[in-house]
């Protein structure tokens, strides 16, 4: 069983009601700050879109908001 497969159920019937945090890390590409499990679970529940908000961040900010999550 996948972390994320215990949120599978409430997302299809709830959808994912906090966004995910993403930062840059390339071109087109970005890093999941936190909400890694939501993320999965809202793939696994066929979401094709999900709210995100991206905000450009140090490593130290990033990790800071990992922990706190």
């Given amino acids: ?3 994320a497969d215990d949120l599978v159920p409430s997302i ?3 959808g994912v009601r906090q966004p995910i945090r993403v930062r ?3 071109r ?4 999941i700050v936190y ?3 939501r993320y999965q679970a809202a793939k696994k529940a066929g979401l094709a ?6 905000e450009e ?3 130290e900010e990033a990790h800071e908001l990992r922990v706190l999550e």
Wanted: charged letters at 30%.
């Fill in 57 to 59: 961040l140090t490593d």
């Fill in 24 to 26: 840059p890390a390339g």
């Fill in 1 to 3: 069983m996948h972390a």
């Fill in 12 to 14: 299809k019937a709830c």
């Fill in 49 to 54: 879109e999900i709210t995100v908000t991206i």
């Fill in 28 to 31: 087109h590409r970005y890093e």
């Fill in 35 to 37: 909400g890694k499990r």
